[in-house]
């Protein structure tokens, strides 16, 4: 890993360094509006839509595509699947990110956020939902940092500290599993709260079903989807465990994430079939639910069987990428694009300009941190200290 | 697709009916897939 000479030569203003660069900028100043101007200087929101664009997709797609924490790590320590052990630090460094910057994201769309504790000491029930995902979310991020910090620990030399954490590991893994099942269903349960907002085809009480079930296929998906990118721009800094693992793990959870999705696919139909909803295929939202279901549903799950089958290694990338994608869709058109569908369309929401650019920012400071640790710590290949120990 | 129903029990009947039935399916469609899916797995062992 001569990373040094790799690096040396690389240009400081290459073309991401220049649009990460403007994105920041853009987004320090309106993170200033934000909170100097409050929620109506920079968002869209209203009483009708009081959840946008920061809910829809920082939070509710950041959460489902930081599941690859706990699907990985599960498969690793709790089902003993050994051989897919390289994937588990990088997908800890996801997951704990992710975390860290849906919370940073709340700080953004709650009205004050100085109070989101206060569900903890200031609430008048610990019976609501949002209470759950909120508690969830603090402990779980909690695990993910303390999972995470073997790494940190390792590159500082704090062997100690490192070896006491490392022995915590498999509770830590089931807690991490149990406390993701309940908020990753919770969010999708909180829908169910407003069966007359939300349109029938998406409207379900399997909500939270549909959500787990959903979360699981997109961290699966964004583990291979993040290794292939890691392997593009971050090959210099993997050591011969990593690049020899690398076609397991794509193609091992490719298998999972067929067999997931074609579950999801079963299940999405069985809701539509027990609410009777099936007259509401033939209109417009019926036409877009469809292209949902079949285009980043079966497609997806048809594609991932064909790359496994023919030992296709870029079909299994793209169609993580596809998948990825299709977790996106589907978070934004139960919070947003169904959601009041009743309502004319000049009381529907579309996001502001400026909420766009601080999701960007938040995915920029994503991306940027995520290159700052691997580049450092040992993420992609093991510290030579600790060779074969964890 | 349009049914009319007089009462929850028809409705329940109906779409328990349905419900029944996609199962039926998926879980036929469920060996098929695996079927599929492992068709030309290298690591699977002869039987």
Same mark, same amino acid.
């Given at each position: ?13 290459? *073309? ?5 660069? %403007? !994105? ?6 309106? $993170? ?6 409050? #929620? ?31 699907? $990985? ?26 975390? @860290?910057? !849906?919370?940073? @994201? ?12 206060? *569900? ?22 909690? &695990? ?11 590159? #500082? ?20 599993? %149990? ?28 909500? *939270?079903?549909?959500?787990? !079930?959903?979360?699981? %296929? ?13 392997? /593009? ?16 793990? @794509? ?16 299940? /999405? ?23 949902? #279901? ?22 299994? /990338? ?55 640790? &691997? ?8 510290? *030579? ?6 | 697709?349009?049914?009319? +129903?007089?009462?929850?029990?028809? +409705? ?17 469609? +469920?060996?098929?897939?695996?079927? +599929? ?11």
């Amino acid at each position: 890993m001569s990373s040094e000479h790799a690096t040396a030569h690389k240009p400081v203003m290459s *073309p991401f360094t220049i649009v990460a660069g %403007i !994105v920041l900028i853009l987004g320090a100043l309106v $993170t200033v509006l934000r909170f100097t101007g409050g #929620l109506a200087a920079t968002t869209n929101l209203s009483d009708y839509n009081p959840w946008g664009l920061w809910i829809g997709f920082d939070l509710l797609v950041g959460v489902a595509l930081a599941a690859g924490g706990f699907v $990985t790590s599960a498969a690793v320590y709790i089902f003993g699947m050994k051989r897919y052990h390289s994937a588990v630090r990088p997908a800890i460094l996801t997951g704990f990110l992710g975390y @860290a910057l !849906v919370v940073f @994201a709340l700080h953004y769309d709650v009205g004050q956020p100085w109070r989101l504790p206060y *569900p903890f000491i200031v609430q008048s029930g610990t019976t609501s939902l949002l209470f759950e995902v909120g508690a969830c979310v603090a402990l779980y991020l909690t &695990v993910l940092f303390i999972e995470f910090t073997p790494a940190p620990l390792e590159w #500082l030399g704090f062997k100690r500290v490192r070896n006491l954490v490392v022995k915590l590991t498999m509770l830590l893994t089931i807690l991490g599993v %149990i406390l993701s099942t309940l908020h990753q269903s919770s969010l999708g349960a909180l829908f169910l709260i407003a069966p007359s907002k939300l349109h029938p085809l998406w409207y379900s009480g399997y909500l *939270p079903v549909f959500f787990f !079930v959903s979360a699981i %296929i997109a961290g699966l998906s964004m583990v291979i989807f993040e290794g292939g990118l890691a392997h /593009k721009y971050f090959h210099d800094k993997m050591d011969e465990t990593h690049l020899r693992e690398k076609e397991d793990v @794509a193609f091992g959870f490719a298998k999972a994430a067929a067999w997931v999705l074609a579950g999801y696919f079963s299940i /999405k139909v069985i809701g539509v079939a027990v609410d009777n909803n099936w007259s509401y295929l033939a209109t417009g939202y019926g036409a877009w639910f469809l292209v949902e #279901l079949l285009g980043f549903v079966a497609l997806p799950c048809f594609l991932y069987a064909v790359a496994v089958r023919d030992h296709n290694m870029s079909l299994v /990338k793209y169609t993580a990428g596809w998948t990825v994608l299709g977790i996106v869709v589907n978070r934004l058109n139960v919070s947003l694009v169904a959601f009041n569908w009743h309502l004319p369309s000049s009381e529907r929401y579309f996001p502001h300009w400026m909420e766009i650019v601080i999701s960007l920012f938040i995915v920029t400071i994503g991306v940027l941190v995520f290159r700052f640790i &691997v580049t450092r710590m040992p993420i992609m290949h093991e510290h *030579p200290d600790y060779h074969g120990e964890h | 697709m349009e049914y009319h +129903f007089n009462t929850l029990h028809d +409705f329940m009947v109906y779409t328990k009916g349905v419900v029944y039935i996609l199962i039926l399916a998926i879980l036929i469609g +469920f060996v098929a897939f695996w079927s +599929f899916l492992n068709g030309r797995d290298p690591d699977r062992k002869p039987e």
